[in-house]
T-cell receptor, first 117, second 110 residues
């Protein structure tokens, strides 16, 4: 299957700082990528849909000014957690589909574990 | 609205067969996925159903009934490494977003 690379895999930061997470599709172009958040023993919660060349679409309850998404190219989307606080500590996972979104499988990055002190 | 239900936990014995059920309600249906997720790792793709019926892939099979809003994942010849969470996910037609169920934690015992 297609490969999605996510970096970093683990980050620890101080409260009030910003953290950037990168998601890359390595061997295919992805016009759409998705960002999820997962708390321990819970399922993935969709945060936003990242569209290349346009603004991201955020799910209800997700602060767009808090979680900045930039989809600068067909192979790269970034999620920046701004002014992070301990409650932002979570597992963040991106995914991407190759080809036509309606027909293809989402492949996931390895995830980023964020710990805010 | 959208809702996906699957059992929270299941336990099975090594070498046995286990069936994990999933029922869903969604605004427009565009496919159902099963993913496996080990603790602390990202989900890995197992199967995809968009038409009714059974899809078989090695030790794993997935079934879909769109009229009943029902799917199951069948795991045969269970191995210890199959201990993981199994996520049922449905893609809708509104923006083609994929929504995940809470997952079923499967424990395989010797």
């Amino acid at each position: 299957g297609a490969v999605v690379s996510q970096h970093p895999s683990w980050v620890i930061c101080k409260s009030g700082t910003s953290v950037k997470i990168e998601c890359r599709s390595l061997d295919f172009q992805a016009t759409t990528m998705f960002w999820y958040r997962q708390f321990p023993k819970q399922s993935l919660m969709l945060m936003a849909t990242s569209n290349e060349g346009s603004k991201a679409t955020y799910e209800q309850g997700v602060e767009k000014d808090k979680f900045l998404i930039n989809h600068a190219s067909l192979t790269l989307s970034t999620l920046t957690v701004t002014s992070a606080h301990p409650e932002d500590s979570s597992f963040y996972i991106c995914s991407a589909s190759e080809g036509e979104l309606a027909k293809n499988i989402q492949y996931f990055g390895a995830g980023t574990r964020l710990s805010v002190l | 609205g959208q809702n996906i239900d699957q059992p929270t936990e299941m336990t099975a014995t090594e070498g046995a067969i286990v069936q994990i059920n999933c029922t869903y309600q969604t605004s427009g249906f565009n496919g159902l996925f099963w993913y496996q997720q080990h603790a602390g790792e990202a989900p890995t793709f197992l199967s995809y159903n968009v038409l009714d019926g059974l899809e078989e892939k090695g030790r794993f099979s997935s079934f879909l009934s769109r009229s009943k809003g029902y799917s199951y994942l069948l795991l045969k010849e269970l191995q210890m490494k199959d201990s993981a969470s199994y996520l049922c996910a449905v893609r809708n037609t509104g923006g083609f977003k994929t929504i995940f169920g809470a997952g079923t934690r499967l424990f395989v015992k010797a």
